[in-house]
């Protein structure tokens, strides 16, 4: 049982550290000592070289420990799932993701709030439309990928001043590259995107 909690204590101060540093306030750090009781349980493994860690990292990991705290038996079973599968990774796909990670909260608080929306409609979707859509995405070459993001972009911002922009919700046949996806596309009839526009 002190093995699984000793685990479970070690899956939480990574995962503390992979999705929680970015939150931190840059704060002066404080010894090890006047951390609460329960702070001073979730990192002791670092108690020991407590002071040798930089300011930033100590503020990090007691953001972490924190939120920790506050999470549910329920999501700290998620996130020590999620550890797992980010610690089995390769080290190219943990840096990418990282660098997805650090553009997001780069994001306006709007845009970033846009794209929870668009993704909590996504999985909203049945199996089969998520599916179709995700291999139609993954068709679709870096350029080909930007103009879609542009496209969306551009009616996102015609929907938000009023002239009547509707966001596609899944890439036309423009996006598309050649093949039997790219024929169902052009095959089924387009919405006009300058609809009420006269």
């Known amino acids: 049982m002190n093995e699984q909690r000793s ?5 939480a101060l990574i995962t503390v550290w992979v999705y929680f540093s970015v939150f931190c306030p840059a704060v002066s750090a404080a010894p090890f000592s006047s951390l609460s009781p329960e702070e001073q349980q979730i990192l002791a493994p670092y108690a020991e070289n407590w002071d040798l860690l930089s300011d930033q990292k100590q503020q990090q990991l007691q ?3 924190r939120t920790w705290q ?3 038996v329920e999501e700290r079973r998620q996130a020590s799932k999620q550890l797992e599968a980010w610690k089995q990774l390769p080290p190219d796909q943990q840096e990418v993701i990282r660098q997805r990670f650090e553009r997001f909260q780069q994001l306006s608080p709007e845009h970033r709030q846009r794209l929870r929306h668009v993704r909590q409609e996504y999985l ?3 199996a089969a439309s998520r599916e179709r859509l995700r291999q139609d995405w993954q068709r679709l070459d870096d350029q080909q990928r930007e103009a879609l993001h ?4 551009q009616a996102e911002q015609g929907a938000g001043n009023g002239r009547g922009g509707v966001a596609p919700t899944a890439p036309d046949a423009r996006d598309l590259p050649s093949g039997p996806a790219q024929e169902k596309h052009r095959s089924a009839p387009q ?3 300058h609809r009420g526009r006269r």
């Open 7 to 11: 685990l479970a204590l070690r899956c």
């Open 63 to 65: 953001a972490g420990a």
């Open 70 to 72: 506050r999470m549910t």
């Open 124 to 126: 909203e979707l049945p």
């Open 150 to 153: 542009q496209r969306l972009l």
């Open 191 to 193: 919405k006009s995107e």
